[in-house]
């Protein structure tokens, strides 16, 4: 079995700094896409990040130039790098792994359970 445990929530003001990490427990031979997504209140789930095995990223428009992505395979852990936050950045952060595999098994996505992110002043 395998599960991604998401920390470094927590309250900022506008304009300052976070870093999230998500961890894969269990046995991991293989993570192929890791990213970052989040729920904004009363709106729907979004894509926030991603990076592929190879290194590749993808941002939301929203956070271009703002967050940055990156893992660290040899810890099964992928990173997200918040600077200059703003009150719409404000949801819960959740962190999916694609194409995992564990022992002899695999899963096609695992989800985190979340991590709130408020940013105000």
């Known amino acids: 079995q395998v599960q991604l445990v998401e920390s470094g929530g927590g309250l900022v003001q506008p304009g300052g700094s976070l870093r999230l990490s998500c961890t894969a427990s269990?046995?991991?031979?293989?993570?192929?896409?890791m990213g970052w997504y989040r729920q904004p209140p009363g709106k729907e789930r979004e894509l926030v990040a991603a990076?592929?095995?190879?290194?590749?990223?993808n941002y939301a428009d929203s956070v271009k130039g703002r967050f940055t992505i990156s893992r660290d395979d040899a810890k099964s852990t992928v990173y997200l790098q918040m600077n200059s936050l703003k009150p719409e950045d404000t949801a819960v952060y959740y962190c999916?792994?694609?194409?995992?595999?564990?022992?002899?098994?695999?899963?096609?996505?695992?989800w985190g359970r979340g991590t709130l992110v408020t940013v105000s002043s």
């Open positions: 999916k792994a694609e194409d995992v595999v564990v022992g002899s098994v695999r899963y096609i996505a695992v």
């Open positions: 990076v592929t095995s190879r290194g590749s990223t």
């Open positions: 269990g046995t991991i031979f293989g993570l192929n896409t």
